[in-house]
């Protein structure tokens, strides 16, 4: 007979993460660039007490347990209290995109219930124009004291952080609840239709935290100093928050100074010796260094996913620069990571070359999670490194099901991803497309069909499809293509200032191509396949 174990029991809390990095690590350093330009710096013991005052306040806005706080904020160290305070507490941190479209987000607002929103003052534009669309917020807190708080037009009363938190005991006794309860509140970009909400539970968090941690993934120690460059706004920065005061690292948050310059220099000043972020952002990080013929001081790896890493920029990071690249796989349904890639010991005797091709590709599944690839049928298919497939993941921090979704996405168990993907022996995994035709731009998606639809509405269009074309920069940019009424003379400026006015200005199309008529397949639908065969060169 099959017998319990005689362990102890503790469920698996975020608010014991920041406590153990109080006790623990007490001294080490969160380095913070504040919205408004200086930098900041304290300590994990400081941050856990701060985090403590915040819970106070919060519990004295009257919001009960379960419910969600928003925030529309950079990676800086309130943001990191907030994260705290909130998932501790028991209430639930719904982490907002400010770069979805107003409309988009007083949805997210809407549908998760927030009743309190922080904002950086970056933000106060967005939240003039979002507020009076989100009616159970009762209150709009800057993340700033009262000189750095600006005055928003139309909202009586906005709160600034410093005041909110300063009344308050720096001792809290943070709650014990299930450790399945709701932490986290992340939307999908909603590539098609409106957006779609993963809750990650408290248990999904620090499993994964943990696991970032490990040598396979990203190593994390208080050896470290850790920068993430991925926004604390989506997918929680990949965990980085949650897995750095685990390991004891040195936090260094960027702010909204996410320029190559900036994080150079940052990464010099503060010995940032681990990163992690989209391609888009080292690209433009190797461009500055190679312009000002600089090199990294103590950088030692970076984690990179969010869209494909190309093999030539690996190849600069790890072989001009001796910075190792880990390459990772993961979306907004995964927590942060699923997979990774980190060469093994058997790759040492391989040329640089061959080496960057492994980490070109987005590597094993990490511990806790496990992938396949099946056809169209659903039958699994062999990891021969030819094959290739539906990529399928499941594992212990992967969506079961959406936010206040009626049905499971789930098939046999496995969460179907979009992604096509090949498997070899080794068990290295490759993403080779998307099967939905989003656009990724620098590291964020645009809906080619929220895109078509609005151009579709302009009276001159007949028919609109809109596919990305690579672009040096940003990986991808959308080129529109029209087919005009009969008749009507509708020319490019119009449309694109027509998309203005509907869309987010960084979804606007780069180009416009005007054609007799589109391509159309059996079924009826574009054939956008046929559109990228003509088209899809490169934008420069
Ligand atoms: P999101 O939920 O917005 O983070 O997007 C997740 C999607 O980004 C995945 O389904 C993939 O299509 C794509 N993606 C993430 N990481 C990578 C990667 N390393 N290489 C290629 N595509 C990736």
Known sequence: MIQTGLMMEQPLLLSEVIEHAATQYGDVEIVSR????PLFRYTYADCAKRARKLAHALDQLGLSAGSAVGSIAWNNHRHLEVYYAVSGSGLVMHTCNPRLHPQQLVYVINHAEDEVVLFDAT???LVKGIAAHCPKVKAWVCLADATNTPAIEGLAHVLNYEDLIAPHSEHYEWPAFDERSAAALCYTSGTTGDPKGALYSHRAIVLNALVLCTPAVLALSSRDAVLPVVPMFHINAWCIPYGAPMAGAKLVLPGPRLDGASLY???ESECVTVSAGVPTIWLSLIQHLEAHKLRFTTMRRTAVGGSAMPQSLIAKFADEYGVEVRHGWGMTETTAVATMT????KHDALSPADRDAIVARQGKAVFGTQIKIVDENGRTL????????ELMVRGHWILARYFKGESSPLQDGWFPTGDVA??????????RDRSKDVIKTGGEWISSIDLENAAVAHPAVAMAAVIGVKHPKWDERPLLFIVRKPGQALEKNEILAFLTERVA????????VFLESLPVGGTGKVQKSDLRKQYGGVFC
């Open 342 to 345: 980190s060469l093994a010991g």
């Open 422 to 431: 090949r498997i070899d022996a080794d068990g290295v995994m490759q993403i």
């Open 382 to 389: 062999p990891r021969d490194g030819t094959a290739q497939g």
């Open 505 to 512: 200005k960084w979804w606007v199309p780069d180009d416009v």
């Open 123 to 125: 933000f106060a534009p």
């Open 265 to 267: 220099e940052l990464m």
């Open 34 to 37: 504040e919205t408004h330009g």
